[in-house]
């Protein structure tokens, strides 16, 4: 079994509670839910959250330790919002937000217009995106659907890359 699913996750000032195989967190900053799987068993007890497996398959225990960190995650952001930050690099590159749309213009011949999920707010300041949301999961993907758009590349460094993101640049040619 997971190290994560042996210890309880405290709860603190969140409202946690299981019903028909859903997992439902509620915080200051929103509520969350989340299905269980059936080989999974959450337990609430005063003040703290524990996962187990239900039986001793393979899946049961690998799904623990996962369920463990859905939970810890779900508290945490409830809590405290997640947030990422995503750099845009390269001459000509912009970004805006209209309505609920993110649109980049990134040196294809049109705008890529992403939607922006319903629990994920986007600001823009200059050329640095930054996304906040209660829910890890939905903020990592939207993150990742947005660098995809226009991947950093290791010659000239152009394009979206995460905040922290270390670049292995190329040589390149060499006049001999």
């Given at each position: ?58 899946i049961?225990?690998a799904?623990?330790?996962?369920f ?13 919002p ?41 600001t823009?300041?200059?050329n640095v995106?930054k ?22 590349e290791?010659?000239l460094g152009?394009?979206i ?7 292995r640049r ?5 006049a001999?």
């Amino acid at each position: 079994m997971s190290r994560l699913a042996k210890k309880p996750t405290p709860t603190g000032k969140t409202d946690v509670s299981v019903a028909h195989g859903v997992l439902t967190v509620k915080g200051p900053k929103g509520t969350l839910t989340k299905r269980v799987h059936p080989a999974v068993e959450i337990s609430v007890d005063a003040g703290a959250v524990s996962v187990a497996p239900k039986n001793n398959s393979r899946i049961a225990k690998a799904l623990t330790g996962t369920f463990a960190s859905h939970v810890k995650n779900m508290v945490q952001g409830v809590e405290t919002p997640f947030t990422k930050k995503l750099i845009l690099e390269g001459v000509g590159y912009r970004v805006e937000v209209k309505g609920k749309d993110v649109v980049l213009t990134v040196g294809f011949s049109h705008q890529v217009m992403l939607p922006i999920p319903q629990d994920v707010s986007a600001t823009v300041e200059k050329n640095v995106i930054k996304l906040e949301s209660i829910s890890k999961e939905s903020l990592g993907q939207f993150a990742a659907d947005i660098r995809r758009v226009k991947p950093p590349e290791p010659y000239l460094g152009k394009g979206i890359r995460y905040e922290g993101e270390v670049i292995r640049r190329k040589q390149g040619k060499k006049a001999v």
